[in-house]
């Protein structure tokens, strides 16, 4: 056991508390990494809220990157001393999904009451999204991390483990952009932007932004958007369709807004695809047409992070950085303490960060 500075919610939706709490040590199969920079992201804010559920007192936080410093029984291909990114994608790599490809799909689920976490006094922490990067150290499944290089800024590389694998993943495994493809992003936050840079890689031909700010989608537009349509005017499906003369190939929607999924099948054209990554709070509805949908071969299709592979796919996307081709530093708006992190989710709430970044001083 080790004592780690972490962010606990003791009550969906009031501010985190900065206290120590337990760490075990890694048992077979795990690592434990030390956090050295973690990433704000918006699934983080709807736990918090209590709009996915879980028990509480939890520690959220899963967009990390850190050094191993400790290895459990069984562990293959990480040493302390490696620097990696840690994801949420924690596989079992036996299962259907697994086995087919998915692992961000694993058909069992981590159970993260009985996770590595615990109070002073020895009472259970959820690790929240299999990881609890809000704290100073994590113990996660070695399924869960990547290699990065030793040269990589942490607080850049923190950013593949959630928004860009998400984004980008989904216009290039999920949508399966092919060049000459038409796409439509609806929402130029965070995972939005990866998205739009997902589909310039893949050869779009055009990638309309569709966001309600039109200062982002002005940004939209520097990770490879041709054209921005504000939402908020009219019905922004006709512009778009103007725009392309058609209706698109690909829809992604990017933001956790239920009212948006009933809207999304517009944009796209026959034989079109609307690819869900936002994610609404629980229990919410969308509603379409069966009929139109099937007369014209359209489809809705559900991401999952991107449906990543993550030792595939985040070593290909640090290569693109390296090359100037992927954008990462430009996603980061902020830089924060842990002591400040009630600030940075209240900045990441507002909607005008694009990430906010916590790095941590182990001095
Ligand atoms: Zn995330
Ligand atoms: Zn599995």
Redesign the pocket.
């Known amino acids: 056991m080790s004592k780690v500075k972490a962010a606990v919610c003791h009550e969906f939706g009031a501010p985190l508390k900065i206290e120590e709490i337990e760490l075990r040590a890694p048992e077979t199969g795990e690592v434990e990494v030390t956090i050295d920079a973690v990433a704000i ?4 804010i709807s736990f918090w809220e209590g709009g996915f559920g879980g028990s509480l007192p939890a520690v959220y936080g ?2 990390g990157a850190g050094r191993v410093t400790a290895v459990g029984n069984a562990v293959q291909g990480f040493e302390v001393g490696d620097n990696v990114a840690v994801t ?1 994608i924690r596989a079992c790599g036996h299962c259907n999904s697994c086995g087919g490809g998915k692992p961000t799909i694993c058909e069992t689920p981590y159970d993260g009451t009985k996770g590595p976490l615990t109070t002073t006094e020895g009472a259970p922490v959820f690790q929240g999204l299999a990881t609890g990067a809000f704290a100073e150290k994590v113990v996660v499944d070695q399924s869960q991390i990547v290699k990065i290089p030793t040269d990589m800024a942490k607080d850049v590389a923190s950013l593949l483990s ?2 860009v694998i ?1 984004g980008v993943g989904a216009a290039v495994n999920a949508a399966g952009i092919r060049p000459g493809q038409d796409v439509v992003v609806i929402g130029a936050g965070g995972v939005g932007l990866n998205a739009i840079q997902g589909a310039r890689i893949a050869g779009a031909r055009r990638i309309v932004a569709v966001d309600m700010n039109a200062d982002k989608l002005e940004a939209a537009k520097e990770f490879g958007a041709t054209d921005g349509v504000l939402a908020s005017e009219g019905k922004p499906w006709s512009a778009v369709k103007k725009l392309l003369g058609r209706g698109a190939d690909v829809v992604l929607v990017t933001v956790g807004v239920a009212a948006v999924y009933d809207m999304a099948p517009r944009y796209i054209g026959n034989g079109g695809k609307v690819i869900m990554v936002g994610m609404p709070h629980f229990g919410e509805t969308a509603k379409y047409s069966p009929l139109i949908m099937a007369d014209v071969g359209q489809g809705i299709v559900g991401s999952k992070m991107g449906d990543v592979v993550i030792k595939r796919d985040i070593p290909w996307m640090v290569d693109l950085y390296q090359q100037g081709r992927l954008k990462l530093d430009e996603l980061i708006s902020g830089r924060w303490s842990l002591e400040q992190i009630n600030e940075a989710i209240a900045d990441t709430k507002s909607g005008a960060a694009r990430r906010n970044v916590i790095i941590f001083d182990h001095g």
């Open positions: 992201c918006h699934s983080d899963h967009e949420l959630c928004g998400t």
